[in-house]
């Protein structure tokens, strides 16, 4: 089953605009990590931000930040200021406790950033 | 310098043939992973492992085969019973450490097209 949805469709963006991207989760387990990752043309895979189940706090890691709503199950990524760099695809994973290390994606946001 | 080495970049296959992708890794990780991705689509898991001798089956493991003899090494076999094997394999590692921030390091992928 899917553990992870993103179903936003692909979004254009204007230059130094904020813009939010959708992630839901679906996990039973109390303990469980969240991850942003960045996919540019390249096809390299690179690290955003992580958010623990039992942090505190919403993470942020320089222009990203991740708002953080537990009891929906929703891990939404705020890039702020965007640049022409962002254009790119972005992926939201989860690692459960319980789940072996195994580690899941979603399908996905394809991000523009327009001049 | 650390990190994750995928080869080839690309690689061609005949149908019928089978393909061996590799990956290496020198950060002493104990997990490591593979996944597909086909155009537009996220990351499918195929196979992980979580230390030597040991693999666990993603959501897609129909047709592949890996193995994981050595902690650096964890190749992946694309066999003839992959109907459609063309598509863009990545291999990553992490730290074991359940949901922490333990983030996986990815390789550069390989492109793998049936001909």
């Known amino acids: 089953a899917q553990k992870i949805t993103q179903t936003q469709p692909g979004m254009f963006v204007q230059e130094k605009e904020a813009v939010t991207l959708d992630c839901t989760y679906d996990?039973?387990?109390?303990?469980?990590?969240l991850f942003w990752y960045k996919q540019p043309s390249s096809g390299e895979m690179i690290f955003l931000i992580y958010?623990?189940?039992?942090?505190?706090q919403n993470a942020t890691e320089g222009r990203y930040s991740l708002n953080f709503q537990k009891a929906r199950k929703s891990a939404n990524l705020v890039i702020s200021a965007s640049q022409l760099g962002d254009s790119a695809m972005y992926f939201c994973a989860m690692r459960e406790a319980y789940g072996n290390n195994r580690l899941a994606f979603g399908k996905g946001n394809q991000v523009v950033v327009i001049p | 310098d650390g990190g994750i080495t995928q080869s080839p970049k690309y690689l061609f296959r005949k149908e019928g043939q089978n393909v061996t992708l590799s990956c290496e890794q020198n950060l002493n990780h104990d997990a490591m992973y593979w996944y597909r991705q086909d155009p537009g689509q996220g990351l499918r898991l195929i196979y992980y492992?979580?230390?030597?001798?040991?693999?666990q089956k993603g959501d897609i493991a129909e047709g592949y085969s890996v193995s994981r003899e050595k902690k650096e090494s964890f190749p992946l076999t694309v066999t003839s019973a992959q109907k459609n094997p063309t598509a863009f394999y990545l291999c990553a590692s992490s730290i074991d450490a359940g949901p922490q921030r333990t983030e996986a390091f990815f390789g550069q992928g390989t492109r793998l097209t049936v001909v």
């Open positions: 958010q623990g189940s039992y942090d505190q």
């Open positions: 492992s979580q230390i030597v001798n040991d693999f």
């Open positions: 996990t039973s387990d109390p303990s469980y990590g």
